[in-house]
């Protein structure tokens, strides 16, 4: 498995941008689809973003499509989720995940960070 560290999240007014980063261990980052996964209090746990191994494939769900873009750095074992024109609805904790499958569920994904708050003001 993988050790992940999510950093970047934050207060954030509405229409604002926000980078997250998740940093990983050991030398197997890149056999890994990475995602990012988010939940908000009271809600179901929700994915958000996905990339494939060598960064050229990328997954959304449909309500941050062309408001988020996932990236990774393999040479740093590094996955970001810029997040732009944020809106209160995405206010939640966002986890950074890793799978050797390409999936939406967080069944899937066998590691997992702690999360980092992401509140977003009206």
């Known amino acids: 498995q993988v050790q992940l560290v999510e950093s970047g999240g934050g207060l954030v007014q509405a229409g604002g941008s926000l980078r997250l980063s998740c940093a990983a261990s050991?030398?197997?980052?890149?056999?890994?689809?990475m995602g990012w996964f988010r939940q908000a209090p009271g809600k179901d746990r929700e994915f958000v973003a996905g990339i494939g191994w060598s960064g050229g494939s990328t997954y959304y769900a449909d309500s941050v499509k062309e408001r988020f873009t996932i990236s990774r750095d393999n040479a740093k074992n590094t996955v970001s989720l810029q997040m732009n024109i944020l809106k209160p609805e995405d206010t939640a904790v966002y986890y950074c995940a890793a799978s050797r499958v390409f999936s939406r569920s967080h069944g899937d994904f066998g590691s997992w960070g702690r999360g980092t708050q992401v509140t977003v003001s009206s």
């Open positions: 050991g030398r197997t980052f890149r056999s890994y689809i």
